[in-house]
């Protein structure tokens, strides 16, 4: 991959292969694929794997593992649930990965026009495939420009009051951590889809992220800093989560929705 995460003609290059995976990490990777084909069996078209383990930058007992499933059909509530135990089950079979990330989609909806230029630009660029046919070869090809800002993450200011009823309702040090691992993971990577059209280009590594979305902000490049920090190290304290809540979260939803617009709506899941 050259710089910047584009080719030549500056488009996306898809990041991550099964080749950069660690050797900390194979275990737990064919352990998922095994898994998943017994899950859902003719019912699974494809998976994938995104994240830190196929870039090869993960951490061995504090990285995830982040798994995309596509069905042939919509998932039902006995799919998610068959996620959630499949999910579990990793995360507690094998102490190399901190936790497991599942997305569940039916394979038309990756391929629908609607979701062209978000779910559909996240498996054909940043997902590897690891089980069945590749969505992606059905998927155009996607330049860093508003259009894709737009569509990623332009919805922040319809997020955050379904985090801040997930920020009262929590008690237990556990989820404080939970929180604000998801939540400076989700605002770093909406920074920099902010400012990413002006950089022409593309990074996943959240450090990296800030530094340069704070070259455009430098008011806020402090605050990206400290989340990126606390995406890597989560904190127990809940007034972390409070200060994305009351301030870098509104203000960027703001700033957001004036330079690219509002993504477009999406039926209810």
């Excluded at 080719?7 to 292969?17: K, L, T, V, W």
């Excluded at 995104?50 to 982040?66: C, E, I, K, N």
């Excluded at 593309?202 to 605050?223: C, I, K």
Aim: aromatic content about 10%; some cysteine; proline content about 6%.
């Amino acid at each position: 991959m050259n710089h910047r995460g584009l080719d030549a003609s500056g488009y996306f290059e898809r990041e991550g292969s099964l080749g950069r995976i660690q050797p900390a990490f194979t275990e737990v990777v064919a352990a998922a694929r095994g898994r998943l084909v017994e899950a859902y069996g003719n019912r699974l078209h494809s998976a994938y794997l995104y994240g830190s383990v196929p870039r090869g930058a993960a951490r061995p007992g504090r990285s995830d593992l982040d798994l995309l499933i596509a069905l042939h059909r919509e998932p039902a509530a006995e799919d998610r649930d068959t996620a959630e135990v499949l999910g579990r089950g990793l995360d507690q079979d094998f102490p190399q990965i901190d936790g497991v990330g599942i997305l569940l989609y039916g394979k038309d909806r990756l391929l629908s026009e609607q979701e062209r230029y978000d779910l559909g630009w996240f498996l054909a660029c940043l997902c590897t495939p690891l089980l069945g046919a590749d969505l992606a070869e059905h998927l155009p090809r996607y330049r860093p420009d508003g259009l894709l800002a737009r569509e990623t993450n332009g919805d922040l200011a319809e997020r955050l009051p379904r985090w801040r009823a997930r920020f009262e309702a929590a008690s237990e040090p556990a989820e404080f951590r939970r929180m604000s691992r998801f939540f400076s993971r989700h605002l770093v990577r909406t920074a920099f889809t902010l400012v990413m059209p002006r950089w022409g280009g593309w990074t996943s590594d959240l450090a990296e992220s800030a530094e340069v979305f704070g070259r455009y902000y430098p008011q806020r490049a402090a605050q990206l800093r400290e989340a990126a920090a606390v995406a890597l190290e989560p904190s127990e304290d809940p007034a972390v989560v409070r200060r994305y809540l009351d301030d870098l979260g509104p203000w960027l939803a703001a700033e957001y929705g004036a330079v690219h617009g509002t993504k477009a709506p999406r039926p209810a899941d």
